[in-house]
């Protein structure tokens, strides 16, 4: 069974404050996407990420993809209100026509103004 | 630009019932994929399709089935409901098999 945990799983925090949110496998992804997801509705991409070591940056976030295409993480710099929400990671696993995504467990942020 | 649309919004459903859910993918994309999450829990794959064909399945029972019609839309069924079925559905679209995944709002589904 082919699973991504995320951690951690809930954090709060004041707004300013930096965190990191890591999502790991055992499994060898080709390509893995960040999302963030607001209650009732579906989850929103942020970035996509494919190649082993990539960094990639939306305005105060950061995302790596690790060497090994086995994990991920995202930084929040100097987070805002705003960036409340369930932050989703997704691995792609693929090959021979047929192709799925496994979602990580979730990482519930709640930033205090 | 449409994003990916669902249909209904939210539908409540007794058990022992089958439903329909809908889902009209971005203009150009060929692929579809529904997922369902309950609630607390990340999305859980169901199926994916690609012109109109099976791609995908994830550890779901019989009970839901796909289809993929020639304009890319797409429909999920669940037979025989059980309360455990209650859940948040997605659809998802993408260009193809391999590109990135856009979701649709969902479809609240409650089994009483």
């Known amino acids: 069974t082919q699973l991504l945990e995320q951690s951690p799983q809930f954090l709060s925090i004041q707004e300013g404050e930096n965190l990191t949110v890591y999502c790991n496998s055992s499994?060898?992804?080709?390509?893995l996407q960040w999302y963030r997801q607001e209650p009732g509705e579906g989850p929103v991409l942020l970035v996509t990420?494919?190649?082993?070591?990539e960094v990639k940056k939306l305005k105060r976030l950061t995302f790596q993809f690790g060497d090994a295409r086995k994990d991920s993480s995202l930084h929040i710099t100097a987070a805002q209100p705003g960036d409340t929400g369930l932050y989703l990671c997704?691995?792609?696993?693929?090959?021979?026509?047929?192709?799925?995504?496994?979602f990580g467990t979730g990482t519930r942020l709640k930033v205090l103004a | 630009d449409a994003g990916v649309t669902q249909s209904p919004t939210h539908l409540i459903k007794t058990r022992g019932q089958h439903v329909t859910l809908r889902c009209s993918p971005i203009?150009?994309?060929?692929?579809v994929s529904w997922y369902q999450q309950v609630l607390g829990q990340g999305p859980q794959f169901i199926f994916q399709?690609?012109?109109?064909?099976?791609?995908g399945r994830g550890n779901f029972p019989d009970r839901f089935s796909a289809r993929q019609f020639p304009n890319y839309s797409s429909e999920l069924n669940v037979n025989a409901l059980l309360l455990g079925d209650s859940a948040l559905y997605l659809c998802?679209?993408?260009?193809?098999?391999?590109?990135?995944?856009?979701f649709g709002p969902g479809t609240r589904l409650t089994v009483l």
């Open positions: 998802a679209s993408s260009l193809d098999l391999y590109n990135e995944q856009f």
């Open positions: 499994s060898v992804f080709s390509s």
């Open positions: 990420v494919v190649t082993g070591g």
């Open positions: 997704a691995g792609a696993l693929g090959g021979s026509g047929t192709y799925k995504y496994i």
């Open positions: 203009s150009g994309h060929k692929s």
């Open positions: 399709y690609y012109e109109k064909e099976e791609r």
